[in-house]
Each structure stands twice: as C-alpha cells, then as structure tokens.
C-alpha cells in the first residue's frame, strides 16, 4: 500500500497572478508565494482544514491515527533583506506555531533561506551534527526559533554525502547551500525516519526536492454514525408505560394493515391472471 504524500512548495513569482482555484480538492491552497499538495485519496480525507496566513505562510491540519498533524508551510526573506522583515516574518510564525494545539505534530517546512551549519555545544538540541555550510543570521534566527519551540531540524540529523543535504546549487553550480528545511517538534523525533534531497528532479528549480520520511498513520474525517440509546429505566413510571405499549400497538396495527393490503393486491393480480 502507498503511504500518503504531502508536497510543499515554495516559489519566488514576482509578477501578477490570476485568480487560482482548488485543483480537484487536491491542491489546498496557492498564494502567490508558495502551496501544498495532497497526494493520495487517503491524505486527502484527513484533512481537517486549512489557512492562508499571508503571502509567506500556509498552514494545513490533518488527522492521524492517535494525533493531529499541522504542516506550516514557509516561505522565509532571505539573508540579504531588512532585520525589519525578518522580525516581522519570525513573529508571524510565532503566532502561527502558538495557535496550534501543543499535542500536535508540527512541522515547518519550506525555503528558509538559512544556512545553520553543524551543532555546537549551546545549540545541541535544535541542530544535528550533519548540517552543512557555515551558519548566517537568518541560520541564528530559525535555530533560536527552533529551540523555543522545542523543533529540531530533521535535514542535520541524518548522515548522507553533502550532495544529498545541500538544497540550493548557485546558477554555475560551484556554490552549494542547506536553506531549504523541514524541522519537527521535539518529542515526535522518532517518528521522523530520514531527511534527505533528491537530484534530478525536474522542477525549472535551483533548489533541490526535500523529502522527509515519517511513520504516521492518516485518519480519515468521515463522521461515524452513533447508535441512539433508550433510558429503559424510564418504562418503569405507570404513565410511561402505558404511552409506550399505545405506540407499540398502534405501529404493528398499522404493519398489519400494510400488509394485509399487499396480500390482497397480489390475490387479485392472480386471479386476473386466471
């Protein structure tokens, strides 16, 4: 059986976009910067719902077999923007990350534009020891943003060759980086089995496909049906006994009725047919 597939996607589109609608309700949601992608009818049925927060975050919730999943998807400034812009973007995650509820899966995912490197001493918990690249300010402000809510980059925990963590080539491709990330909070750690980038995927991208494998069991949000339950106690009351085997009465009377009417009918139908 395939396992259900969830794709995030972040794009840098600076022209006019027109109107955009749901894809088959499979496509959650585009907003000029990014969107994410259900694959599978199973992943499909368990969404639970969605939300636009602006043009640089999307976030999803889905359920599973003993917890729900929310997916924030991003799309950060780079390192070269205003401190202004990347306050304001940080703050809009915070918000983001604090209206989901604490016992959910989270994971932020997308173009992060932030090279955090390898772990040091002070930031163990947040980073792994298979980071690559030298960190930069927009590394320190994701790592600080990950150890306040108790994440942890999935992309420099797993040990693969530098050609499946790099994210990003340089047009000429001499110059590799890791901005691209997927970070998990902290205590579903375990259920996330590899972090890695795929080449060759044909996307028009100077980025790199980044996919994570977790084992989560999708639930789907079909409503069960609830059996009505009788308070039997009730029929020991005189009056509400009495009502009841009135009602009773009246409806195998009425049974009766129907069917003495049917076996009348099909008496008649065979004595035409004589």
Excluded at 172 to 182: A, L
Excluded at 228 to 257: A, M, S
């Amino acid at each position: 059986m395939n396992p259900p597939r969830f794709v995030s996607v972040s794009v840098s589109v600076y022209f006019f976009l027109p109107e955009i609608t749901v894809l088959k309700k499979k496509c959650i949601y585009k907003y000029i910067y990014m969107y994410i992608y259900v694959a599978g009818k199973k992943a499909d049925a368990s969404l639970i719902g969605w939300e636009p927060i602006n043009e640089r975050l999307i976030k999803a919730r889905f359920y599973s077999k003993f917890v729900k999943m929310t997916i924030i998807q991003c799309y950060a400034p780079t390192n070269d923007t205003t401190e202004e812009e990347k306050e304001l973007f940080y703050e809009q995650l915070q918000r983001a990350t604090d209206s989901t509820p604490q016992h959910d899966i989270i994971l932020i995912c997308g173009d992060i534009n932030a090279k955090v490197g390898k772990s040091n001493h002070s930031q163990s918990l947040a980073v792994g020891s298979h980071g690559i690249g030298t960190r930069n300010r927009n590394g320190e402000l994701f790592v600080e943003f990950c150890e306040t809510n108790n994440l942890v980059i999935g992309g420099t925990i797993f040990p693969h060759k530098d050609i499946h963590k790099a994210t990003w080539y340089s047009p000429d491709g001499k110059t590799r980086n890791q901005i691209d990330h997927i970070a998990i909070n902290r205590r579903y750690r375990r259920s996330l089995f590899d972090v890695r980038t795929y080449r060759g995927a044909d996307i028009n991208s100077d980025h790199q496909l980044v996919i994570a494998k977790l084992q989560l069991k999708l639930r789907s949000t079909r409503k069960k049906s609830f059996s009505r339950r009788f308070n039997l106690d009730k029929l020991k009351l005189p009056e509400v006994c009495k009502r009841f085997r009135l009602e009773l009465r009246n409806r195998f009377e009425t049974l009766q009725e129907a069917k003495d009417t049917e076996d009348t009918n099909e008496t008649s139908s065979e004595v035409e047919q004589k």
